[in-house]
């Protein structure tokens, strides 16, 4: 049995926990600042529970010490101190962060590192890039490589068309950072809430748009490589009109704590979502223009016992697919392993990675 310790007792690090502990092969230490989010932690496995601020580094370095690996379920901005921790700790460390600052760090740290640094093992990115990746190799010749990704309300009921069903720091950032992309072959940033399309799937309308973070290291990847490469978010239409009525015209992208505020207390939660990954791949194979696109939804299911919802399945599956991976030596012990590293058929073997393969109505794991 492997020790690994999760930080960040929300929704998604319970998640994790639930999925790892009810595996039998992992023993669990979970770590966040609050005693009281530690109490309400919502899983029915054992796991240690250790009330530690991320912002004391020696007792960080203390609760991650001796530890085959440690996971970051923390919001983005505790990216470097928890990375640091795990190598001062000589543990093996993979995250979830979309924040392109966040990955730049922990790549940084990676650098001559004895054990691995995965960063972006969730959903966009983390899965999706792995899909792209798979698909993008199919090819002699790459065009355009677009990925979609949503996490969305079943039953949309408010002028926004959302739920909170994720982080809303995570959200509100990706609404308002540079984005990255490839564009006639040369890598650019973009703009966030721009480029709006709109795409029929399933006879449901959507629309999609730029935001961060979504593409992980595949800029880098595929430089030199492909004409078009992009990631846009997935939501209903009219979603991003009144995201910039706020973000803009308000200017509310300068006081983000009062649109968590905001939004957290308009807004309701939910645990009846969907998750949407959608992409397209074009390019030429044996001399001819070829199209490749994997569409997929992943709904809300139950999960030792209780319903979680298909964001907190497909997050905390990700990451722990590409734990359970690495513990098996199918993955490099060292340094920085991209997500595009790890194949396909792989991930959707696994026992956490199958919650892809099919929406399932029944536990995504052996013992979850």
């Not at 639930?18 to 496995?45: F, N």
């Not at 203390?62 to 190598?87: D, M, N």
Request: hydrophobic share 40%; net charge negative; with cysteine.
């Amino acid at each position: 049995m492997k020790n690994v310790v999760v930080v960040g007792a929300g929704k998604i690090g319970a998640m994790i926990a639930e999925l790892l502990a009810g595996s039998g092969d992992y023993s669990v230490t979970i770590v966040d600042r609050s005693s009281a989010q530690l109490e309400r932690l919502e899983t029915t496995r054992p796991v240690t529970k250790l009330a530690v601020d991320i912002e004391d580094a020696a007792g960080l370095r203390r609760a991650t010490a001796g530890q085959f690996a440690v996971l970051s379920a923390a919001p983005y901005h505790a990216t470097r101190a928890i990375a640091e921790a795990a190598k001062a700790g000589g543990a093996h460390y993979l995250d979830l962060t979309e924040d392109v600052a966040s990955t730049r760090a922990v790549k940084q740290l990676a650098d001559g590192a004895r054990t691995a640094f995965i960063p972006q093992c969730g959903l966009a990115p983390g899965f999706i890039t792995i899909v792209a990746a798979d698909l993008a190799s199919r090819f002699d010749e790459l065009h355009d490589v677009r990925m979609r990704v949503g996490a969305l309300p079943k039953f949309p009921s408010n002028a926004l068309n959302y739920n909170l069903t994720w982080s809303t720091d995570g959200v509100i950032n990706e609404y308002c950072q540079p984005c990255e992309a490839i564009v006639n072959g040369e890598r650019r940033e973009t703009q966030p809430l721009e480029e709006l399309e709109e795409f029929s799937l399933d006879g449901d309308r959507y629309e999609a748009f730029n935001t961060s973070g979504g593409l992980g290291t595949m800029c880098e990847t595929l430089a030199g490589k492909v004409r078009n490469l992009n990631y846009r978010t997935i939501r209903y239409p009219g979603h991003a009109a009144l995201m910039k009525v706020l973000l803009n015209d308000l200017r509310l992208r300068d006081r983000r704590e009062w649109l968590k505020e905001i939004l957290e207390n308009a807004i309701p939660a939910t645990l009846q979502d969907v998750v949407i990954v959608f992409v397209t791949v074009t390019g030429l194979r044996g001399g001819q223009l070829h199209q490749e696109t994997y569409a997929n939804k992943i709904y809300s299911a139950p999960v030792g016992g209780r319903v979680r919802s298909a964001i907190q399945i497909t997050t905390a599956a990700g990451i722990c697919t590409v734990l359970d991976l690495l513990a098996a030596g199918e993955l490099p012990q060292a340094g920085l392993v991209r997500q595009e590293e790890i194949a396909l058929p792989k991930f959707l073997g696994n026992r956490f990675g199958r919650v892809y393969s099919v929406n399932r109505a029944e536990d995504p794991a052996p013992g979850a």
